[in-house]
């Protein structure tokens, strides 16, 4: 796999996105998360999964903008039903799954972030979804996993005001569940992980899949039909501005 590798330890597995441009997401990607999850469902010797990435600044800063700005609408189309299938794998994997949020995760990297049972935000990261301030709706299955994955009262806060947030007023809206230090924040992690090594696999696995299996029906039965509303709005005139200015600005750091 070209953007990612899957690292052995024990029985745990740690899945480190390691992509050129910092993980921001494109096809290649999206195509290497779904084998992932896959091969790890399918390892019976794997108990758990770190989601972590190679790029000690950041996580994941969501979708590779300079690439899939030039796709037209059909390839855009095809783009987000996979984008959509490797969120719902990640979100459907029968092993436990901790995120390691050692640097920012930003829109579809907080996506990636959101499909973990825990999720630990080292100190100073930002996370958040800012679609809304790109021009672009929440797709209908990350609408349904924010619904699913953070608190009720502050939905408002992320999805409607897009902001970024960090250390305590993430783990206070839910998007993480614990702020570490970057001090040993990996080792850190993998002690977290090792809790649920201790519980027994198959009665884990099965209370996580009835847990989940309400949104993840809702995200299958619902996401294909809404997904012309989303381009929609990414080929808006409107947005289209905003993306290409973001993608000049890129282009001059």
Known sequence: METLRIEN????????????????????????????????????????????SA???????????????????????????????????????????????????????????????????????????????VGVPLPWAVATLLRTQVAASAVTTIALLGRNLVDEAAVNAGL???????????SACFRQLEEFLDKDARSLALTKRYLRAKALQEMRERDRETTAEWLDGWFSEETRGRIRAIVAGLGKK
């Open 55 to 133: 790029h000690p600044k950041l996580f994941s800063p969501g979708l590779d903008l300079v690439s899939l700005v030039e796709l037209d609408r059909p390839a855009m189309e095809r783009f987000m039903l996979a984008f959509s299938d490797a969120m719902l794998a990640l979100f459907a994997l029968s092993k436990p799954v901790v995120a390691a949020i050692s640097g920012h995760a930003i829109a579809g990297g907080c996506i990636l972030a959101l499909t973990a049972d825990l999720r630990l935000l080292k100190r100073g990261a930002q996370i958040g979804l800012n679609e809304v301030k």
């Open 9 to 52: 330890a024990g029985p745990i597995a740690v899945l480190r996105l390691d992509k050129p441009r910092a993980n921001a997401i494109d096809e290649r990607l999206v195509r290497d998360l779904l084998e992932a999850c896959r091969l790890l469902d399918e390892d019976a010797g794997v108990r758990g999964v770190l989601l972590a």
């Open 176 to 186: 993480a569940h614990a702020l570490l230090d970057a001090e040993g924040f990996e």
